[in-house]
């Protein structure tokens, strides 16, 4: 530089003039304009994290100006036109920015030192300009402090202000991409990261460039932003070029478990393209997009070509477009379709969350036909993945996953919950879903349809369209069991947040509809929940609004439905261990049991003796109260009360176990016999009171017979130990002999009964008798004494022992039947043919008006009990006759009789 032509030259206010005699006889550099200007040195030789230095009286700001104001005269006078020669040799300085430590050279150390924040010191001596640019850039790095002064630290570092600086802003803004360009691809040529550097050029390397991404990131002004994002997009492009293989793991290992050379885990080309693909927002004007309209374009394809090149960059770059303003809609069509393309074929599940939140926000609203194409890419969608990225794991893989943490919980429940804030806010894309849904046949409907709908539930808007939606699914059969299973097993975790807001809520309307399907898939969304969701609180929310289904008493078919959830519940390992803690909820159930129907009585005392545990503990876990409360209706003399005495009882021995003892046995044997002994009505007096008479012909039929049609059911569902099926033989087998049918080998010997056949009786409601219906004829053993019972003087006789006779005959059938354990029906043979003691055929007929009002009832009472004896007879006899002694299917205890 002409030295006459710096001095004579009044550059500016602030450029210090003691420092004009160093740039003479010398060419104009980028070193001499910061000595020029105050910078004493540029950094020290070591690697102390303290920035570039200052003279004295030199702050950041004056810097800036003075830099300014130099450059400006240089280029006005003619000393450096446009700069050309300080923008060279800022190049090379920022090319060779390193120096010597102790430990060796440390490359990119004076960058690293630009890029710190800056110091105050002492002022440096003057320096021969005639130098040449590495030994001033030497002397500015190796200038020493005064050791009686203290330094003071700025914000801004050298590079801030040199960005301020419009003459220099663009030269160092490409200067310093080619930078990263340059340490990305030197820093993963060595397959460690540093085997043939010292640790200080490693750790240089480690924050130059998050520190040069931050500098351009927050600058205040952009000289020529249009070049600064297309140096951006360059340098982009070729750091992707750099990036491992992207089928390497984490660990720099390809499929083959061969480990790549160049790849670390912790690639720093990737970093730098994480941080710089953020940065393209916040450098990106509306400005420069009106004054170049295809820089748009050329950003969109960058990160396409990125985000295929490397799917893991797929979520900065979604974040990056989701913050840029688009200037066509055809960029907008290209990002939504790039986006669904990208969700279809989407192989790791940490991008799905990133992916739909995108779509849910940027897809354009009133534009049906992307909305349509939206919800049918989220249509596809599954819950689980397997361990090679696949999606839907296998149902009976995922029932050993129940409640459990696996490694896409979170990406799917973040999914989950992105979906959930979309539909809230999106009602395009909720009628968009809803009305998809609705035009899909039966067949066609898949799991994400269901949990899809879950999450447009969650807000409160839109409960009541899912609610009837859902319903009128259940009912057309599209929204099935196996799709509440695909969707809730194994994926508890991921659906946890739909659980109060979604799922709850639409199990309870679903069990209160009143149509059967709506009913049934309420029910099963219970059971599923309450075996999925593992946590305490979640499954007493279930079994608190069971109960109340239960107690509410609005329908039986909504009681039936809850009951039903807690029978499967108790016969599911899960569920049974689960349930014991809730049995004070259960027992509470005891308070309406008067209200209770038959067959939800006997699902009632089932599920409690059930969930209680065995006979032993049965007694020491709250369920006294059930005890005692059977004992309290067995005292009662009503019949339509003591059956639900009756019903607890049985229950209780039907659920001694598998691990039955004696005494448990014997314990129930003694239930049955108190039973037994409740229901022998005034046994003593053998007469009826007309109010006992009133209440037996209201219940429908005896205690006795009740109890009967308890142990009958109980039988069927081989619940019963052989010890009390053989009690039961034991104690009523001789019953049907002794009280119902007469000796008839050579001839009634019975004098009341051949009284009754030749009309002496002298008993004024007895009509003549006969023998009748003798299909066994002279191989004939045994009779049916039916007019017997019916002309009897005893009210207990004629209107309580003929109605056990059906159901004593139905007991000693199941019992003695092979396929539920029994000897074998042939025990009971003889009653197949056997004559019947009845009314005449005169009498029989529908022109009986010879007989008196009082014998008319008699036979028609007769003709009843005889027509129900022969149907219990066939019903008893057929399946043997069908099938003999092979085994078939066995009923449920809690079957309707």
């Known amino acids: 530089m002409p030295t006459r032509a710096i001095q004579d030259t009044d550059l500016s206010t602030n450029v210090n003039p003691s420092k004009k005699s160093r740039t003479s006889n010398a060419e104009p550099d980028f070193t001499k304009v910061l000595l020029e200007c105050g910078v004493s040195s540029l950094g020290s030789n070591d690697m102390v994290k303290t920035g570039s230095s200052l003279d004295q009286d030199v702050t950041p700001s004056s810097l800036r100006a003075s830099i300014h104001g130099l450059l400006s005269e240089m280029h006005k006078g003619g000393v450096d036109v446009d700069n050309a020669m300080v923008l060279e040799t800022m190049d090379q300085v920022i090319v ?22 800056m110091t105050t010191t002492t002022t440096c001596s003057d320096t021969d300009l005639n130098s040449n640019t590495d030994v001033q850039a030497s002397q500015l790095s190796q200038t020493h402090l005064d050791d009686n002064f203290q330094p003071k630290s700025f914000d801004a570092s050298l590079i801030k202000i040199l960005l301020r600086v419009d003459a220099i802003q663009s030269t160092l803004l490409t200067c310093l991409l080619a930078k990263l360009q340059e340490i990305a691809t030197s820093q993963d040529e060595d397959s460690m990261g540093a085997i043939n550097e010292t640790l200080d050029t490693f ?31 360059e340098c982009i492009t070729v750091l992707c070029t750099a990036l491992p293989d992207a089928d390497a793991d984490a660990d720099g290992r390809d499929p083959n478990g061969n480990r790549n050379v160049g790849v670390s885990g912790d690639n720093i080309s990737r970093k730098i393209l994480f941080d ?21 374009d050329n950003i969109l394809s960058t990160l396409r070509d990125v985000r295929v090149q490397d799917p893991t960059l797929l979520i900065p770059c979604l974040d990056a477009v989701s913050s840029l303003r688009f200037t066509t809609e055809d960029q907008v069509d290209i990002i939504i379709n790039d986006a669904l393309e990208a969700l279809e074929s989407v192989s790791e599940s940490f991008l799905l969350p990133a992916l739909c939140k995108f779509l849910v926000q940027n897809v354009a609203r009133g534009d049906n036909a992307m909305c349509d194409k939206t919800i049918e890419t989220f249509r596809r969608l599954k819950l ?52 998809a849904i609705k035009c899909t046949a039966p067949s066609q409907h898949g799991v994400a349809d269901f949990f899809l709908l879950m999450c447009c539930a969650s807000a409160a808007h839109n409960k009541a369209k899912v609610k009837q939606l859902v319903k009128s699914k259940t009912v057309s059969g599209g929204f099935h069991r196996g799709l509440v299973v695909d969707t809730i097993k194994g994926n508890g975790v991921a659906l946890n947040h739909l659980f109060d807001t979604s799922m709850l809520p639409l199990a309870d309307t679903l069990v209160r509809a009143s149509e059967k399907a709506a009913r049934e898939f309420g029910g099963q969304l219970y059971e599923e929940m309450f075996l999925e969701f593992a ?36 016969q599911n390992s899960i569920g049974l261990q689960s349930l014991k803690m809730f049995l004070p909820f259960l027992t509470s159930l005891l308070e309406n049991v008067q209200h209770f129907q038959t067959p939800h009585l006997r699902r009632l005392f089932l599920l409690l003796f059930t969930v209680g545990g065995d006979a032993d503990d049965i007694m020491n876990n709250g369920s006294d109260e059930v005890q005692i409360l059977i004992n309290k209706f067995l005292a009662l003399q009503q019949v339509g009360v003591k059956q639900i005495g009756i019903i607890g009882a049985v229950a209780y021995a039907s659920c001694l176990g598998k691990n039955e003892t004696p005494e448990k046995v014997k314990d129930a044997i003694n239930m049955l016999e108190l039973v037994q002994k409740s229901c022998a009505v005034n046994s003593c007096k053998r007469t009826l009171q007309r109010w006992e008479l009133s209440e037996i012909h209201e219940a429908g039929s005896s205690a006795m017979s009740i109890f009967f049609g308890e142990l009958c059911l109980s039988i069927q569902a081989s619940s019963l130990s052989q010890h009390i099926k053989q009690w039961i033989l034991d104690r009523f087998g001789t019953a049907l002999e002794d009280i119902y049918l007469g000796d ?142 092979s085994n078939g299917s066995q009923p449920t205890q809690d079957q309707d009789s």
């Open 96 to 117: 060779s920015s390193s120096f010597e430590t102790d430990n060796g050279e440390v490359k990119n150390g004076l960058l690293w030192k630009m890029l710190l924040p």
């Open 203 to 233: 750790t240089c390397n480690e924050e130059v460039p998050r520190l040069i991404i931050s500098h351009i990131k927050w600058l205040e002004l952009i000289a020529d932003p249009i070049l600064l994002v297309n140096a951006t997009l």
């Open 276 to 296: 710089l693909i953020a940065t393209l927002p916040d450098i990106v004007d509306d400005g420069s997009i009106t004054q170049d309209p295809e820089l748009m």
């Open 384 to 435: 689980g993945f397997d361990a090679d990225g696949e999606m839907a794991i296998d149902a009976n893989v995922r029932d050993t996953r129940r409640g459990q943490v696996h490694d896409m919980t979170d990406s799917e429940a973040l999914m989950l919950e992105a979906l959930s804030q979309g539909f809230m806010y999106r009602t395009d894309l909720t009628n968009a879903l809803i009305n």
């Open 535 to 570: 946590d305490r609180v979640q499954r007493q929310e279930i079994v608190g609004q069971l109960v109340i289904h239960i107690a509410s008493g609005s329908s039986y078919d909504e009681t039936d439905v809850a009951l039903r959830v807690f029978s499967n519940l108790a």
């Open 744 to 885: 008839f080998e050579g001839g009634v010997k019975d004098k009341a009964d051949r009284a009754l056949l030749d009309g002496s009786s002298g008993i004024k409601m007895a009509p003549k008798g006969e023998m009748r219906y003798n299909i066994d004829e002279g191989e004939a053993v045994v009779y049916l004494k039916l007019l017997s019972l019916h002309v009897s003087n005893d009210l207990h006789n004629r209107d309580v022992v003929t109605q056990q006779l059906c159901p004593l005959l139905r007991l000693l059938t199941v019992a003695y039947e092979e396929r539920y354990g029994g000897e074998g029906i042939d025990n009971i043979d003889a009653l197949l043919g056997c004559p019947v003691l009845l009314p005449d055929s005169s009498s029989s007929g529908v022109d009986f008006t010879h007989l008196s009002e009082v014998q008319k009832h008699t036979t028609v009472a007769t003709l009843f009990t005889a027509v129900s004896w022969f149907r219990e007879v066939v019903n008893s006899f057929i399946y043997s006759a069908a099938f003999g002694n």
